[in-house]
C-alpha cells in the first residue's frame, strides 16, 4: 500500500445509513487530510553517524506464582511503562517517548517453548496523553481516562486472560500479571500495547519490544548466532523541529483521527540512520516491522541477495533467496545476510527509496562455522478437506457522516456488534478475507499461527453493483517467504485471500483485526471466541 489514500468509497449493503451522495462524501473527505505540520525534514541530516543500538534483554527478578497454582514457582518479569527520553540521532535534541524501558524499543523478553513465564505489566505513565486523542473512536470517549495500558504478547498462544485483551485497560499506578506458558515453536514475536481507541498512540508513543521464542530443534541448525544475530526493530516516526514526536491530526478539530501515518524518519531499534560494523561472514537477522502503518520494502543498496529462514510464527521449510523484503505493519522477517563477498564494502538498507541503515562490512577475512541449512524446519502444509467451516470475510470503507472520518469495518460489523465468529477448539477453518477497498490490510488473529493457501483476484465491479462474488483468473500461491506459519496476512485490493487455521491451544475470548493500527483503532477490529465443545 502506498500511505496515500485514495478515499474511494466502498459503500455496502449492509450499512444504508451511511449511503452518502457523492457530492457530501467528496465533501466530507477533506477532513481526513492530515493538517499542515510543522515537521522536521530528516533528509537535512548526516547519515550514519550513531551506531546501531541493541535493545537490553529483560531479566527476570526472581520467581513467583500464579495465584491458581501457588506451588509453581515460575521467572517473574516486571515491565513498567513510563516515560523515557531517547536520543535518535547525534545532531538531535533527545525525543520524549513512553517505553518499557531505558530507550525504544523496550527490552527483549528472551523466552524458551516450553518454558512458562510471568510478566507483570505496569502502567506508571502521567495521567496526561501527550499524543492527540479522538475521543469519537470506540473506547476512548471522554469518561474514560486519557492514559491506558494493556499490553499483548504478538504472537503467543496464551490463556485469553493474559492476551491483553483491548477493553482489559488499566491506568496509571496499576499493573497486571500475565501468564505466558510459551508452548508453541521458536519464532519472532513482539509486544506492543492495546489499549481501546488509543493503541495507535501508544504505540507511536514507543510501548513495545521484541520478544523471541526459541527452542532445541533450532539450536539444532547452527545458524548464525550471539554476536552475529541482531534484532532490527524498524518503525518509521514524524518528528517536530526540535525532535519531539509528531503524530498528525486531520484539519477536523472534531475528528483528529487520520487514516495512516507517513514518516520520513525510519528508526532501527530506535536510531535514524543507524550504521553497523559487521565481519564478512553470514549474520542472522530478526527484522520486525513495528510501524503503526507503514509498509517496508526493504533492499541492499548494492543488490545483494539474502536468504529469509522464518516468518511471523518461525522457521520456513528452506531458505528463500529474496532481493525485496515486504513487511506489513506487524509482520515480522528472519534472514541471513551472507557477508563474505562484500569485504570492505558499506552496504545502505533502504526501503522504498528511503534510507534505512548502513552495514559496514570489515575487510579482513574471517572464519564462520554458522550454516545455512538447505532445510530448516518442516511445515506440514493442512489439507484444505481438514477445515470443516469457511467463512467468507469482508474488509469495509466507507465515507461517514458529513462531519465524520472514514469507516473502517470487518465483515460490516463495529466492535461492539455481538461476536460472529465462534470457531471451536481444536477446529480447523478456512477465512476467505475479501477486500473491495483499495488499501492493502495486514489482517492479524490472536491466539492461533495459520498457513496462507492463496489469494485470488475478483470482478470488482459485478461485486460492488450485485455483491455477487465472481472469482477471476488462478490463484495466486504464497507469496516466496509465505510458505511457512503466519499471525498476520497481507490482504491485497481487489482481492480473496484464503488463510486455513487450526485454533488449538485455548478456548476464550480473542480479538482479529487489521494492524495498520489507525484502522484498528477506528472499528477495523472484531472480537472472537475460541469456543469449547
Ligand atoms: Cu500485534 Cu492485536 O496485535
Ligand atoms: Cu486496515
Redesign the pocket.
Known amino acids: 500500500m502506498t500511505s496515500r489514500r485514495t478515499f474511494l468509497k466502498q459503500c455496502s449493503s449492509l450499512a444504508s445509513g451511511l449511503l452518502l451522495a457523492r457530492a457530501v462524501a467528496l465533501e466530507a473527505m477533506s477532513h481526513d487530510m492530515p493538517a499542515a505540520a510543522n515537521t522536521l525534514n530528516v533528509s537535512g541530516l548526516p547519515t550514519f553517524v550513531d551506531p546501531l543500538p541493541l535493545p537490553m534483554v529483560a531479566k527476570p527478578s526472581g520467581l513467583r506464582s500464579l495465584p491458581s497454582s501457588p506451588k509453581t514457582k515460575l521467572p517473574y518479569y516486571r515491565l513498567a511503562a513510563r516515560p523515557v527520553d531517547v536520543k535518535v540521532h547525534r545532531d538531535l535534541k533527545t525525543t520524549p517517548f513512553w517505553s518499557y524501558g531505558p530507550s525504544v524499543p523496550g527490552p527483549t523478553l528472551e523466552l524458551r517453548s516450553g518454558e512458562e513465564v510471568l510478566v507483570e505489566w505496569a502502567n506508571e505513565l502521567p495521567e496526561q496523553h501527550f499524543l492527540p486523542i479522538d475521543y469519537r473512536l470506540h473506547g476512548a470517549d471522554h469518561g474514560n481516562p486519557q492514559v491506558r495500558t494493556v499490553s499483548?504478547l504478538?504472537?503467543a498462544r496464551v490463556p485469553a486472560d493474559s492476551d491483553?485483551y483491548?477493553e482489559d485497560w488499566f491506568t496509571p499506578g496499576n499493573s497486571r500479571l500475565y501468564h505466558y506458558p510459551n508452548q508453541q515453536d521458536a519464532a519472532t514475536l513482539?509486544y506492543?500495547d492495546?489499549a481501546m481507541g488509543i493503541n495507535r498512540l501508544n504505540v507511536y508513543a514507543g510501548l513495545f519490544g521484541a520478544a523471541f521464542i526459541r527452542d532445541s530443534f533450532e539450536d539444532n541448525l547452527n545458524l548464525p548466532s550471539g554476536a552475529y544475530e541482531v534484532p532490527l526493530v524498524i518503525f518509521d516516526r514524524l518528528l517536530t523541529p526540535d525532535a519531539k514526536l509528531y503524530y498528525p491530526v486531520s484539519a477536523n478539530p472534531h475528528a483528529p483521527w487520520v487514516a495512516d501515518v507517513a514518516g520520513d524518519a525510519i528508526l532501527v531499534n530506535g536510531k535514524l540512520f543507524p550504521y553497523r560494523d559487521v565481519d564478512p561472514r553470514k549474520h542472522r537477522f530478526r527484522v520486525l516491522n513495528t510501524s503503526n502503518s507503514r509498509f517496508l520494502h526493504l533492499t541492499l543498496q548494492n543488490g545483494l541477495a539474502f536468504h529469509q529462514i522464518g516468518s511471523d510464527q518461525g522457521l520456513l521449510p528452506a531458505p528463500v533467496p529474496l532481493k525485496l523484503l515486504t513487511l506489513g505493519p506487524?509482520e515480522r522477517a528472519d534472514i541471513v545476510i551472507d557477508f563474505s563477498d562484500s569485504r570492505g564494502e558499506h552496504i545502505v538498507l533502504k526501503t522504498d527509496a528511503i534510507t534505512v541503515m548502513q552495514f559496514r562490512v570489515g575487510s579482513n577475512k574471517v572464519t564462520d562455522n554458522s550454516s545455512l541449512p538447505a532445510q530448516l524446519r518442516p511445515v506440514p502444509r493442512y489439507p484444505e478437506s481438514e477445515a470443516t467451516n469457511t467463512r467468507l470475510l469482508t474488509l469495509d470503507e466507507y465515507q461517514g457522516k458529513a462531519d465524520e472520518s472514514l469507516v473502517l469495518l470487518l465483515n460490516n460489523s463495529y466492535w461492539h456488534d455481538p461476536i460472529t465468529e465462534k470457531p471451536a477448539l481444536n477446529s480447523t477453518e478456512i477465512w476467505t478475507f475479501l477486500n473491495p477497498t483499495d488499501d492493502t490490510h495486514p489482517i492479524?488473529l490472536?491466539a492461533v499461527r495459520f498457513q496462507i493457501l492463496d489469494r485470488q483476484r475478483y470482478d470488482a465491479w459485478t461485486y460492488d453493483t450485485k455483491k455477487e462474488l465472481r472469482l477471476l483468473g488462478a490463484k495466486i500461491p504464497p507469496y516466496a517467504g509465505e510458505e511457512g506459519w503466519k499471525d498476520?496476512v497481507r490482504v491485497a485490493p481487489k482481492m480473496v485471500t484464503r488463510i486455513i487455521v487450526r485454533f488449538e491451544g485455548y478456548s476464550g475470548r480473542y480479538?482479529w483485526?487489521c494492524?495498520t493500527l489507525e484502522h484498528?483503532d477506528n472499528e477495523m477490529?472484531r472480537p472472537y471466541e475460541i469456543v469449547k465443545v
Do not use: L, N
Open positions: 499483548h504478538h504472537g491483553g483491548p513482539w506492543h492495546h506487524a492479524h490472536h498476520v480479538v483485526h494492524h484498528e477490529m
